[in-house]
Nanobody, 124 residues
Framework: QVKLMQSGGGSVQAGGSLTLSCVAS????????VAWFRQFPGKEREQVAFTRSGTGWTYAADDVKGRFTISQNRGRRQFDLQMIGLKPEDRAMYYCAASARYTGTCQVADFDYWGQGTQVTVSS
């Protein structure tokens, strides 16, 4: 059972930057999905960005593309979400996630491990 521990987050003004970090208790095997999701009150979790462990390939959702970047560090045990140009509509609870096996897609159902969540607040 892999444990994911999140850090970072907090409150910033619009246009500001934050970095969220997620440290795994074990190395995430190459090719497995790792991702960041966010959840607005009363809504389903939505994927913000994902990568396949060890590949360097990344994907970001259209509404954060160019502002949010997922990266993997520390021998595939840590993955970060760098957020710049934050907007009030980015205010949400953010979660990191990792899969326990190789999957053909990296959708929410493909993730087995989840971080505890961290709140991001952006004031206008």
């Amino acid at each position: 059972q892999v444990k994911l521990m999140q850090s970072g987050g907090g409150s910033v003004q619009a246009g500001g930057s934050l970095t969220l970090s997620c440290v795994a208790s074990e190395i995430i095997d190459s090719g497995y999905c790792v991702a960041w999701f966010r959840q607005f009150p009363g809504k389903e979790r939505e994927q913000v960005a994902f990568t396949r462990s060890g590949t360097g390939w990344t994907y970001a959702a259209d509404d954060v593309k160019g502002r949010f970047t997922i990266s993997q560090n520390r021998g595939r045990r840590q993955f970060d979400l760098q957020m710049i140009g934050l907007k009030p509509e980015d205010r949400a609870m953010y979660y990191c996630a990792a899969s326990a096996r190789y999957t053909g897609t990296c959708q929410v159902a493909d993730f087995d491990y989840w971080g505890q969540g961290t709140q991001v607040t952006v004031s206008s």
